[in-house]
T-cell receptor, first 111, second 114 residues
């Protein structure tokens, strides 16, 4: 079983739609949680950190449920420019001081 | 402020050749790491470092060596290239003690081994 699992996608949605991505992680020692965005043939870029209290950044809302080991990302009012692959990422409290990535969910926003 | 710089951007190697992928950051970040990205596999950790002189293996270290003689530089060496090492390689860094900060990534090196 992968340490971080995501919806396989792709998600094809019209402009203006609301779309939700889900992610589960298996290691309860995970400490920090992130959503990264990766455009085709580019490096991953941090979209937002995810906190237990939930956090919002404009049209993007992220939620963390530590009890269920579940992370979500909600994008409201999708734009064409939101088309990308969204990576769910966790950082453990102990052991390897580096990130563990999900394989990503591809989003295609259509006009 | 250049961030994380990777060179070269593209490289073609013959099987058995060796080479070094360069990674440099100018943000005084203690933590640095190397990942490879293959289609459908996500990013996998090769090696990482928590400071100068300290390195450790990640998930897929075989065939790669690293060293960290300075805070700024974290080169990745391919000892004897194999076609299975064809991939996109990313270097990333973050400050120590900033677990919620997230990592900054370089723009990647696309390596093809023929």
């Amino acid at each position: 079983r992968k340490e971080v699992e995501q919806d396989p996608g792709p998600f094809n949605v019209p402009e203006g739609a609301t779309v939700a991505f889900n992610c589960t992680y298996s290691n309860s020692a995970s400490q920090s949680f992130f959503w990264y965005r990766q455009d085709c043939r580019k490096e991953p870029k941090l979209l937002m950190s995810v906190y237990s209290s939930g956090n919002e950044d404009g049209r993007f809302t992220a939620q963390l449920n530590r009890a269920s080991q579940y992370i979500s990302l909600l994008i409201r009012d999708s734009k064409l420019s939101d088309s990308a692959t969204y990576l769910c990422v966790v950082n453990k409290k102990t052991g390897r001081r580096a990130l563990t990535f999900g394989s990503g969910t591809r989003l295609q926003v259509q006009p | 402020n250049a961030g994380v710089t990777q060179t070269p951007k593209f490289q073609v190697l013959k099987t058995g050749q060796s080479m070094t992928l360069q990674c440099a950051q100018d943000m005084n970040h203690e933590y640095m790491s190397w990942y490879r990205q293959d289609p459908g596999m996500g990013l996998r950790l090769i090696h990482y470092s928590v400071g100068a002189g300290i390195t450790d293996q990640g998930e897929v270290p075989n065939g790669y060596n690293v060293s960290r003689s300075t805070t700024e530089d974290f080169p990745l060496r391919l000892l004897s290239a194999a076609p299975s090492q064809t991939s996109v390689y990313f270097c990333a860094s973050r400050p120590e003690g900033q677990a919620n900060y997230g990592y900054t990534f370089g723009s990647g090196t696309r390596l093809t081994v023929v």
